[in-house]
Structure formats: C-alpha cells, structure tokens
C-alpha cells in the first residue's frame, strides 16, 4: 500500500533544453507591456525571460509568468504580488534602498540584459554528479543546493508551489550591459546569466493568491 502511495505521488522532474520552437524563454528584453515594479534597489530587477502557461506542464499556473529578480543582490527572499500579471507590486523587502551588493560599482542606473534562448522541457531522473554541470534549468521538483526551502505565501500563509529552478550553467550570454567592473573577475560575471556565480534562483507561486516569490541559494 506505502509503495502504491509513493509511486501515485511521484513527482515527475524536467530540465530545460533549448529549442528555437519552445515555448519558454530565458532572457531576452523587457516586454513593452510589462512594468518593472517601483523600487530602490542597486541594479534594479533583471528580466529572466517567461515561463508559458500554454505548455501543459504549466497548465496550473493561472498566467505567463514574466521572472524578474535583483539578482546581484544580497538578497534573501523577495516576493511579488502578481494580481495584475504584467504590473506586478513588490510586497517583500520594503527596504530596498539598503539591500547591499557585493559589486560595488552597481548603481539604480545599472543594466543587465541577456540574450532571448527559447527553451522546452523533457523529463529527466534528476540531477546527479555526471549531468550537475549541464542541467540549465529544472521544473516539477526543485534540487536543492543548500537545505529545503519551501516559502509560505505572506498573503495567505499556504505553502508556495514550485515554479522552477534556474541554474547558473544555463549559458545565457548577456547581449548588453553598462556595467563596468572593478576586475576581469567581477566583470566575466556580468558577461552571462548567473546567480552568485555557481547558485541557482529558486522560483515559487502561491496560485490563487497570484503572490511568487524568488530566492537563490548555492554552495
């Protein structure tokens, strides 16, 4: 009975592959429709590229979700109110003004923008020392690169459903960028899509209450 349970509950894992016909995106610009929620924050939000409810394997999420993040940031949680879909408000931190970086030659004027890659999914068994370095991103069921870490909705309390996870080695070029970095070092890091070099950006929504939230965590 336990075994028939377990097998019924399974969750099934997919890892993102490039396909010019795919029906998600990583990077690309702004869509004109979309607006950047108000905020403080040195480099502002980066635009990550969308997530299409269109494909069946996102079927529950209740729109195309446009992922955003300040992901040069000390962040630790950030969470956005999504009710409008292409205004989202930020509800989580309010004090965006003194959240630190470590780029010090960031500024709110700051920009980082990466090339459009179309991507779809395939099922995989999930990450393992062979294919760790090759998996781009990961939808169905998150690896965690530190411990578990599920959010609760600030909005409703319930636990938050996971998106995707987006990995640092999905090779996304950045296609323009005004940042001028203080080391070849820092400034190779602004040359492709990452977060904090080798992590991973953790995506969660709550549906119904239309709240997601993003965080990174790495090794």
Not at 52 to 69: A, G, M, R, T
Request: with cysteine.
């Amino acid at each position: 009975m336990d075994f028939i349970k377990n097998f019924l509950n399974k969750t099934k894992k997919y890892e993102f592959e490039f396909d010019e016909n795919g029906k998600h995106q990583l990077g690309g610009e702004i869509p004109d429709e979309f607006i950047i929620p108000e905020n403080e924050f040195k480099s502002n939000f980066q635009y990550l590229g969308f997530i299409n409810n269109d494909d069946e394997v996102f079927n529950w999420l209740p729109f195309k979700l446009n992922l955003i993040c300040p992901i040069y940031l000390d962040i630790d949680l950030i969470f956005l109110d999504y009710e409008k879909p292409n205004e989202p408000k930020l509800i989580y931190p309010k004090n965006t003004s003194e959240i630190g970086s470590a780029y010090t030659t960031l500024d709110i004027n700051s920009r980082v923008i990466y090339e459009a890659q179309n991507f779809s999914l395939s099922e995989f068994d999930g990450v393992t020392e062979d294919n760790e370095f090759d998996i781009k991103g990961i939808a169905g069921k998150p690896h965690w690169d530190q411990k578990q870490n599920i959010p609760k909705c600030p909005k409703t309390n319930n636990k938050m459903k996971f998106v995707c996870q987006l990995t640092s080695w999905n090779d996304v070029p950045t296609k323009y960028t005004n940042v001028v970095a203080d080391n070849d070092y820092e400034q190779n890091l602004f040359s492709k899509m990452n977060f904090w070099d080798d992590g991973s950006l953790y995506v969660f929504i709550e549906p119904e209450a239309k709240t997601v939230c993003y965080f990174i965590q790495n090794t």
